[in-house]
């Protein structure tokens, strides 16, 4: 799973290691994107967006999050607060019962 923490200082980890980065990567998660501060709910939501529709287009959560946080941070300098953890190079992979289950709701 990639996982995306949009609240505020949600990618701060404390010096013994705790924090929802260190505990989403120990349970399996492949990347963990983060706050290293307070944000806005507004731009959380709309960098969300913009990293979903990229990963969705078969970019890598790393492409996706570096090109989605640098147009952000054109518009709001608080974008530059987001971090990622984890492995770069995850990507979003359909599998064969996701591509069964969406063509059975369609």
């Known amino acids: 799973p990639i996982v995306m923490l949009s609240m505020c200082e949600s990618a ?6 705790a924090g929802f980065v260190t505990f989403f ?18 731009l959380g939501r709309d960098l969300d967006l913009l ?3 990229r990963l969705l287009n078969g970019e890598t959560i790393g ?3 570096y090109a989605a946080k640098c147009e ?3 518009k709001n300098a608080l974008a530059l ?5 984890g492995e770069r190079d995850a990507r979003v992979v359909a599998t064969p019962e996701s591509l069964q289950t969406t063509l059975e709701n369609t």
Not at 12 to 17: E, F
Not at 25 to 42: C, D, H, I, K, Q
């Open 25 to 42: 990567l120990t349970r399996g998660a492949r990347a963990v994107m983060g706050t290293e501060g307070p944000t806005l709910w507004s």
């Open 12 to 17: 701060q980890v404390t010096a013994s290691g």
């Open 72 to 74: 952000m941070a054109d």
């Open 63 to 65: 492409e996706a999050f």
């Open 81 to 85: 607060i987001y971090s990622l953890w």
């Open 51 to 53: 990293i979903i529709g």
